[in-house]
T-cell receptor
Framework: DQQVKQNSPSLSVQEGRISILNCDYT??????FLWYKKYPAEGPTFLIS?????DKNEDGRFTVFLNKSAKHLSLHIVPSQPGDSAVYFCAASDTPGGSQGNLIFGKGTKLSVKP | DTGVSQDPRHKITKRGQNVTFRCDPISEHNRLYWYRQTLGQGPEFLTYFQNEAQLEKSRLLSDRFSAERPKGSFSTLEIQRTEQGDSAMYLCASSLLGYTDTQYFGPGTRLTVL
């Protein structure tokens, strides 16, 4: 049973517009959430994270929102740029305080930003 | 560049052969993780070390898999008697234990078992 779900395999957005990537989880014990970006033939690159004690974290063009009651988080990218085209993975950890053991990943969403 | 490095980047082997992969973490990081990623899936956790100690192993890590981190620095992942189902990208990540020990990934080793 998948504990972290990214239900949209792909997303296409026009350059300059907002990209919204969604992630749902089932395990209420998850305490820390991360987003990674992955280009072909490379390892995942850390983007942004959020602790369960917060509902929003922002870093430049990237903002992650967490809705614990809905067990839902989202990544907003604004404005979107062609270089943002990649596969985005949502990941979760159930280790308290953000100190991570293993991460549980979703299947990823492929974002395409068109010029 | 002082990121996580992995060697080799690609490995093609025949079924039944043994293979070994190496991971060099970011130098000050005391935690090291191995993940496996197959097509269309996210990375799946295999095992992790804190310094030399192997603290957790996934049920995905069958008896044919063994990982070591003998001096708390680099790590090796060995797969014995490879099977076609072992074909995947093997990813290594490292982190510094602390309040938020974010995991940073290497480029991965792509294994193809013929």
């Amino acid at each position: 049973d998948q504990q972290v779900k990214q239900n949209s395999p792909s997303l296409s957005v026009q350059e300059g517009r907002i990209s919204i990537l969604n992630c749902d989880y089932t395990n209420s014990m998850f305490d820390y959430f991360l987003w990674y970006k992955k280009y072909p033939a490379e390892g995942p690159t850390f983007l942004i994270s959020i602790s369960s004690i917060k509902d929003k974290n922002e870093d430049g063009r990237f903002t992650v929102f967490l809705n614990k009651s809905a067990k839902h988080l989202s990544l907003h990218i604004v404005p979107s740029q062609p270089g943002d085209s990649a596969v985005y993975f949502c990941a979760a950890s159930d280790t308290p305080g953000g100190s991570q053991g293993n991460l549980i990943f979703g299947k990823g969403t492929k974002l395409s930003v068109k010029p | 560049d002082t990121g996580v490095s992995q060697d080799p980047r690609h490995k093609i082997t025949k079924r039944g052969q043994n293979v070994t992969f190496r991971c060099d973490p970011i130098s000050e990081h005391n935690r090291l993780y191995w993940y496996r990623q197959t097509l269309g899936q996210g990375p799946e956790f295999l095992t992790y070390f804190q310094n030399e100690a192997q603290l957790e192993k996934s049920r995905l890590l069958s008896d044919r898999f063994s990982a070591e981190r003998p001096k708390g620095s680099f790590s090796t992942l060995e797969i014995q008697r490879t099977e076609q189902g072992d074909s995947a990208m093997y990813l290594c990540a490292s982190s510094l234990l602390g309040y938020t020990d974010t995991q940073y990934f290497g480029p991965g080793t792509r294994l193809t078992v013929l």
